[in-house]
């Protein structure tokens, strides 16, 4: 009982914060500089990479600046510029191996963030990811017999999945506990990096077998998160639970159209994690207060808009995500189409639910959400532009 | 020649990793972490990789393991009771690891990924099961050479500054709630 009742936190030491920030800002200097220095082979940022690093920093910013917080700002400032460096690390780093190896250093990193949960669980979902990701490269490049080849292709497809969080590594999140210490920061930050640049680094050195079974996986995966997620969001108790499995949904598209390998698989993949990182994480923040219950859930005017935009319809952020998955599929394998749309459809039944606990903003944390709203129209009107400048 | 070498340094990281895997005080998780890094940079050298990057790997480790007689448990703890099923873990995965590797495990190099493999896969059991901050960063330094040796110099050095920069990580339990 008394450990029930202990403060969540105690104030993290200045000195910590400034070197957690200087640390950050000095990676990310780095990266954006590695293409002048001498080992700058090790280091490249993709096309698709840097914008996704630039939706980052973007959404960063917002949320820092105009979402409703309980962890001071300053602090905010310096876990967000932590966490930019290690987001741009995994990024840029060429070796898979080494982006295996640096995910356990970010992962432990960021177990040290305040939370009542202990530090040992917290760092666990990051280290079994990068075992597997670190032993499923090692297997695909093994000489031997082919089954290692494929079992190494489901350790990195599951490896993935491990390092974001999803299902069947669904992990823990204490509702108290603030976004930037809980694995909603995997979810929503990290696990869009990895998966963004990792398959294109993991599919040259594999066989066409292997990639099978990687590609495979990662589109079966992905149908089990849509689902678990649309049912999930739909059918929870909490709404804390519903935005949560909220992001499975955003994923499972995302996997699928990683899975399928085709050039608009990978822009739906590409456009969806952009658009997780630049306005499904910033609106759960803005949601927070109301699932914490300091703030009561309202559906006004702009949550409806809001809702229309959390459904996946046009002409919001998921709009032309699911477009492009729909085309990637009905070209692969058409049956795959039927559960697509079947988990699209559903969409709209947990969205107003999503949008009411958006409660009612003033001052900051209004032009904030009017922001959101405005990044995910120009997400949902000009994909095409995103797509030339990530070349996809 | 090699080829003898290189099995003692799986084996010496093997026995390193598991002194790693049932030590509750903080001189025998440094010790076996020495051990497992010195293992590991053996089995890598006599694999051919490059020498900056195999010191690179001994002395990450030795940082590493330094770093962690900061905080932790008392004195050495080896074997507390409850140990059995980690001794009994690190056996399985040697066979393991043995058994994916078995086409190549006469080579100097396949000797050297069992080695990366068996201390990778036990160091992660470690983080799974304990619930102590130094332990679980222990663990992870250890985690962090073992998947170095898996690959090239890129591996190895970043293995060795992914284990320092654990190591300098505060284990002290009464820091968890303030991070």
């Known amino acids: ?392 | 020649m090699t080829e003898a070498i290189a099995v003692a340094g799986a084996a010496l990281a093997w026995l390193g990793v598991t002194l790693l895997a049932v030590a509750e005080g903080r001189r025998g998780l440094a010790l076996g972490l020495a051990t497992a890094a010195g293992g590991l940079a053996t089995a890598a050298a006599a694999a051919g990789q490059p020498p900056l990057g195999v010191t690179a790997l001994l002395a990450g480790g030795l940082a590493a393991a330094v770093l962690r007689l900061r905080s932790g448990g008392r004195g050495w703890n080896i074997l507390p009771p409850g140990s059995t099923p980690r001794l009994m873990a690190a056996l399985v995965a040697v066979l393991g690891a043995g058994l994916v590797a078995s086409s190549e495990i006469a080579s100097p190099a396949g000797a050297a990924r069992v080695a990366g493999l068996v201390v990778a896969a036990l160091a992660l059991a470690r983080i799974l099961t304990t619930e102590r901050r130094w332990a679980a960063l222990g663990a992870g330094s250890a985690l962090a050479l073992g998947l170095g040796t898996l690959g090239g110099a890129t591996g190895l050095v970043a293995g060795a500054a992914v284990a320092a920069g654990l190591g300098a990580i505060d284990g002290a339990e009464a820091a968890e709630a303030g991070g």
């Open chain 1, 1 to 392: 009982m008394i450990t029930a009742r202990a403060p969540w936190r105690l104030p993290v030491p200045a000195p910590a914060l400034l070197g957690l920030a200087a640390a950050g800002a000095a990676t990310l200097a780095l990266v954006v500089a590695a293409p002048l220095l001498p080992f700058g082979d090790g280091l490249r940022l993709t096309a698709p990479g840097r914008v996704l690093l630039l939706a980052s920093a973007v959404a960063l910013g917002l949320t820092i600046v105009l979402a409703p917080h309980r962890v001071p700002r300053w602090e905010l400032v310096a876990a967000g510029l932590g966490a930019l460096g290690g987001q741009a690390l995994l990024l840029a780093v060429a070796d898979p191996l080494a982006v295996a190896i640096l995910l356990v250093l970010v992962g432990f990193a960021f177990a040290t963030r305040p939370s009542a949960r202990p530090f040992s669980a917290r760092a666990r979902g990051p280290a079994f990811a990068a075992v597997l990701l670190g032993v499923g490269w090692t297997f695909v490049r093994m000489p031997g017999p082919a089954w290692v080849g494929r079992a190494g292709a489901l350790a990195l497809a599951l490896g993935l999945v491990a390092a974001a969080g999803l299902v069947p590594y669904l992990a823990e999140v204490d509702p108290d506990e603030p976004a930037s210490s809980s694995y909603v920061a995997w979810t929503g930050f990290f696990g869009p990096a990895l998966a963004l640049t990792l398959p294109g680094r993991l599919l040259t050195s594999m066989s066409a077998a292997d990639a099978a079974v990687f590609g495979a996986t990662l589109v079966g995966l992905g149908l089990v998160n849509l689902a678990w997620g649309t049912v999930g969001a739909w059918r929870t108790a909490t709404d804390m639970d519903a935005w949560r499995y909220s992001f499975l949904v955003d994923w499972g598209l995302a996997l699928v159209g990683i899975g399928l390998f085709g050039r608009d698989g990978f822009a739906a993949a590409y456009l969806a994690f952009v658009a997780l990182v630049l306005v499904r994480l910033p609106l759960y923040l803005w949601a927070r207060p109301a699932l914490l219950g300091s703030r009561p859930a309202r559906l006004g005017p702009l949550n409806v808009l809001l809702a229309v935009l959390l459904a996946g319809a046009a002409p919001f952020s998921g709009f032309p995500v699911r477009l492009l998955v729909l085309n990637v599929a009905t070209q692969a394998a058409w049956p795959l189409a039927i559960p697509l749309v079947a988990a699209m459809l559903m969409g709209i039944t947990y969205a107003m639910r999503l949008a009411r606990t958006l409660g009612e903003h003033r001052g900051l944390a209004a032009i904030g959400l009017w922001v959101v709203l405005g990044i995910s129209l120009v997400l949902g009107v000009l994909p095409g532009v995103l797509r030339a400048v990530a070349g996809l």
